[in-house]
T-cell receptor
Framework: ETGVTQTPRHLVMGMTNKKSLKCEQH?????MYWYKQSAKKPLELMFV???????ENNSVPSRFSPECPNSSHLFLHLHTLQPEDSALYLC???????????FGPGTRLTVT | KNQVEQSPQSLIILEGKNCTLQ??????????LRWYKQDTGRGPVSLTI?????NTKSNGRYTATLDADTKQSSLHITASQLSDSASYIC???????????FGQGTRLTINP
């Protein structure tokens, strides 16, 4: 256990659904991240939050909407996704942006 | 362009054998290099971290090497076990950029 939890672990949704992914860290970290991991491709950084403020958004489509209500929780709201959005979505946290990142177990998302 | 290339893409060996995974990078300026292990359906977990001045670091049966001149790193696994079956990801940090550059990973399978 890395101290970073993600729910749900698996999610199947249709293209017209709205769902949310949740990440929680129990490490007292100040930075949190969302990554997308597709088969045989490097991890892609989607969003970075530092002290609850979004500091990086890597050209992610607006159908992905992050929310960081406090330093321990991070959400990724999903709506009108496409089949190519099917992937493993990983959350990570770090003490601050210069320190090692600890990853959660991921949410396996399938869009039908 | 800042890139991390790993080889081989996949590897199958018998239990008890040794193996070496390779990582070449063009990331500059270099800060540090990490090797992560990612079990199927789980998030990556850090194995080793090396800075510019370190050329070898061990973690149990895992030994990482770094040649900062040629920008190459390797991860050597000794006396492999079935539990070593996983993806191994090389990650390089850029100095001052607070950004990680991920390799695509090597998928290692240990057969009994």
């Amino acid at each position: 256990e890395t101290g970073v939890t993600q729910t749900p672990r698996h999610l199947v949704m249709g293209m017209t659904n709205k769902k949310s992914l949740k990440c929680e860290q129990h490490l007292g970290h100040n930075a949190m991240y969302w990554y997308k991991q597709s088969a045989k491709k490097p991890l892609e950084l989607m969003f970075v939050y530092s002290l609850e403020e979004r500091v990086e958004n890597n050209s992610v489509p607006s159908r992905f909407s992050p929310e960081c209500p406090n330093s321990s929780h991070l959400f990724l709201h999903l709506h009108t996704l496409q089949p190519e959005d099917s992937a493993l979505y990983l959350c990570a946290s770090s003490r601050d942006r210069t320190y090692e990142q600890y990853f959660g177990p991921g949410t396996r998302l399938t869009v039908t | 362009k800042n890139q991390v290339e790993q080889s081989p893409q996949s590897l199958i060996i018998l239990e008890g054998k040794n193996c070496t995974l390779q990582c070449n990078y063009t990331v500059s300026p270099f800060s540090n290099l990490r090797w992560y292990k990612q079990d199927t359906g789980r998030g990556p977990v850090s194995l080793t971290i090396m800075t510019f001045s370190e050329n070898t670091k061990s973690n149990g049966r895992y030994t990482a090497t770094l040649d900062a001149d040629t920008k190459q790193s390797s991860l050597h696994i000794t006396a492999s076990q079935l539990s070593d079956s996983a993806s191994y990801i090389c990650v390089v940090s850029r100095q001052g950029a607070q950004k990680l550059v991920f390799g695509q990973g090597t998928r290692l399978t240990i057969n009994p």
